[in-house]
């Protein structure tokens, strides 16, 4: 069973950063893509950005050219940085893994001043 541990949330500021990470056990971390999901209060979970092995990356409109999802293989990890964050970032962020359907159990990002 995979297990995915994320980290790197907390509070910044409108047009601050932060960088996630995730990272899974495990030893066929490489062979699968990697998903970032996220959810705000009252709101339906939102697919943010995702990662395939071969390092194909798509994001959400709302994100593109904010956010950039990346993968370390030899760390088992993905990460997830954003920029220029905006109130409506605020949300509780998972990572996922395709295929296995393993998730992370969430880490909060607050965008407040």
């Known amino acids: 069973q995979v297990q995915l541990v994320e980290s790197g949330g907390g509070l910044v500021q409108p047009g601050g950063s932060l960088r996630l990470s995730c990272k899974a056990s495990?030893?066929?971390?490489?062979?699968?893509?990697m998903i970032w999901y996220r959810q705000a209060p009252g709101k339906q979970r939102e697919l943010v950005a995702g990662i395939s092995p071969d390092g194909t990356r798509n994001y959400a409109s709302s994100v593109k050219g904010r956010f950039t999802i990346s993968r370390d293989n030899a760390k088992n990890t993905v990460y997830l940085e954003m920029n220029s964050l905006k109130f409506e970032d605020t949300a509780v962020y998972y990572c996922s893994q395709t295929t296995t359907g393993a998730w992370g159990q969430g880490t909060q990002v607050t965008v407040s001043s």
């Open positions: 495990g030893s066929t971390f490489s062979m699968y893509g």
